[in-house]
């Protein structure tokens, strides 16, 4: 098992930036591919961002790259997202995911994901 808690969120203007940290612990957090996803009340689950076990690789939605950063650091036992230039549509429940590193690439589909946090809000005004 893996237990996941993310922390961060919150309420913040339009264009302004925000980072959200997810503790993992239960396993050795290396061998785990990690993810960030998030969801806006009514819409789908929506993958953000994800980054290999070793943090050699970054995987990115195409309409959040270069606005978002993902990172870990294996000694803590945690990932982020560094969130700059926030905008109203980025309002959503931020969910961060993790999935065994089988040495397969990594990907956005949120089924591949075996362990999920409870989420953190954000919130982005106008």
Partial sequence: QVQLVESGGGLVQAGGPLRLSCAASGRTFSNYDMGWFRQAPGNEREF?????????????????????????????????????????????????????????????????????GQGTQVTVSS
């Fill in 48 to 116: 953000v961002a994800a980054i290999r076990g070793s943090g050699a690789r970054t995987y990115y939605s195409d309409s959040m790259k270069g606005r978002f950063t993902i990172s870990r650091d294996n000694a803590k036992n945690t990932v982020y997202l560094q969130m700059n230039g926030l905008k109203p549509e980025d309002t959503a429940v931020y969910f961060c995911a993790a999935k065994l590193n089988l040495g397969m690439v990594l990907t956005a589909t949120s089924s591949q994901y075996n362990y999920w």
